[in-house]
Structure formats: C-alpha cells, structure tokens
C-alpha cells in the first residue's frame, strides 16, 4: 500500500522562529490533507490541498502532486503552535476513499 | 452548525468488558469513518460506513469489533471483551460526499484495565 513518511519526526523551536515541515508519500493520490493534534489530543483541519499553495495566517502550505510531497510551513512560531502535525492522503480503492495517516511530526515551541 | 461529536470522550472497561463509542456526523454528512490512534502513533483506518451499510471494514479487527451506522441515530463502534491492547484513541469523521474533506470528532479515549 501507499507509503506517507513525514519529516523531522521532532522538532523543537523558540517563539518567533519559522518552520516547514515535509510529507512525502509513495504513490499517486486523491488528495491530501494537514491536520494539528493539539496537546489536548484534538485533531483540527489545517488544509486540504490536493495540489498548488495555500495561505491561511502564519501557516502555509504547497503540495507538488507530481512529485509526490507536500510542505507545511509555520511562521514566526506560537506556544499555542505546539502538537503533532499529521499529514493524511486521500487514495480510492474500488470507489472507496480512504485516509493514510503519516507518523507525524511533534512541534514544541518555547517561551 | 454542530460539529461531530462523540461519546463518551473517556471510556473505562475492565478486560472482558464490552465497550461501545458512539459518532454523531455533521449535519448533512451522511458517510462516516472510525480510526484508531495508539499511543505516540498516527490514525489509522478501520471501517467506513454509510447509512445502514458498511462500506470498507478492511481495517477492523477480524474479532470483537463491529461498527454500524443506522438510518437514525449515532455511528456505533462496538468492541467486545476488550483486552489491554484496545487502549487507544478511537476518531470519528464524517464528510458529505465520499472523497470529499473529512471533519473529525474530539474522539473516545478507551483505556482497558
């Protein structure tokens, strides 16, 4: 099956710093999506980008369908920011659409 | 506009007990997923359901664990005789349309003594 890796696996940053986290998955797909795992344990949606670059505050995000990644960038960094950020692939099997999760990767930011 | 929500949000069973989580989608979401997460893991796929059929179960448990989604009520998520390998977190997510963008619930947090 479809292989998502994502990268660092640990990352820690001091407040205001900038960011970007990888995914690179092994496989052509429907589409894909970031998410951040709160401390909390919540999953929010951050983007669902098939393809292109979106904008939405201090994070971003591009997905190079053809190559086959796509990058989450975090900039000038929060506390509130701290988590897992997961990247999930969208693939169809006989009409059925699936997510494959990444292993994610865990941001802590420092005061 | 509600968004999905699960319960119980903690959950508490002895070894041999049944457990049973419960998804409701957003409003006019008629498909629905349950994923697990283990401890210091990412999520992975266990079923999909649409009303009143289930529509790929290729990542559930060959044993104890059942899930359905009737024409009126909650997505159940059904484990029996539970054992300590079942703690985890169970995600529920619900999208309009197959394919499209998948909403996630706050999820059931199982711990099996």
């Known amino acids: 099956g479809i292989q998502v890796e994502q990268s660092p696996p640990d990352l820690i940053l001091q407040e205001g710093a900038n960011s970007t986290l990888r995914c690179n998955f092994s496989?052509?797909?429907?589409?894909l999506q970031w998410f951040h795992q709160n401390p909390w344990g919540q999953l929010i949606n951050l983007f669902y980008?098939?393809?292109g670059t979106k904008q939405n505050g201090r994070l971003s995000a591009t997905t190079v369908a053809t190559e086959r990644y796509s990058l989450l960038y975090i900039s000038s960094s929060q506390t509130t920011d701290s988590g897992v950020y997961f990247c999930a692939v969208v693939t169809s099997t006989s009409g059925t659409y699936k997510y494959i999760f990444g292993t994610g990767t865990r941001l802590k930011v420092l005061a | 506009n509600a968004g999905v929500m699960q319960n119980p949000r903690h959950l508490v069973r002895r070894r041999g007990q049944e457990a049973r989580l419960r998804c409701s989608p957003m409003k006019g979401h008629s498909h629905v997923y349950w994923y697990r997460q283990l401890p210091e893991e990412g999520l992975k796929f266990m079923v999909y359901?649409?009303?009143?059929?289930?529509?790929?179960e290729s990542g559930m448990p060959k044993e104890r664990f059942s899930a359905e989604f009737p024409k009126e009520g909650p997505s159940i998520l059904r484990i029996q005789q539970v054992v300590r390998g079942d703690s985890a977190a169970y995600f529920c997510?619900?999208?309009?349309?197959?394919?499209?963008?998948?909403?996630f619930g706050p999820g059931t947090r199982l711990t099996v003594l």
């Open positions: 980008i098939p393809s």
């Open positions: 359901l649409q009303k009143e059929n289930i529509i790929d």
């Open positions: 496989d052509s797909v429907n589409n």
């Open positions: 997510a619900s999208s309009p349309l197959t394919g499209n963008e998948q909403f």
